[in-house]
């Protein structure tokens, strides 16, 4: 399915829970109209990977996220959160990249912490998105 509207916080890998309704775009066909959404990171191997491999954080994407997440599994989130120290042990990943994960993963904590704060307060960010792949949404009248 694909859904529109303000959605500057949506990456791949998200899990995105979205309220708003059905419409008919003449030129992309059915979507769903965004009015609101709310983020969860991905919990599975497979959601983090991909999560990750967006390029969302510095120092990682697609060959170092599958590396991480084949060393850490379902963990690698609260490790690289909690224990960055740890990210050391992963082939490939010496003091040079574990710097650059850490300064990532703190900018776009602080990112989503601000987004988060601002809808919270009903502005809306002037950024447009159109994404793919949801895990729910709910019809909202």
Partial sequence: ????G???TVHQGNIVQATGCWVQHPKFGRQFSVDSY???LP???VGIEKYLASGLIKGIGPTYAQRLVSFFGTRTLEVIDKTPEQLASVPGIGPKRQKEIIAGWAQQKEV???MVFLQEKEYRVRMRSRFTKHTSNRRSN
């Fill in 43 to 45: 919990s599975s191997a």
């Fill in 112 to 114: 989503a912490h601000i």
């Fill in 1 to 4: 399915m694909t859904a529109c």
């Fill in 6 to 8: 303000l959605l500057s």
């Fill in 38 to 40: 709310s983020i969860s």
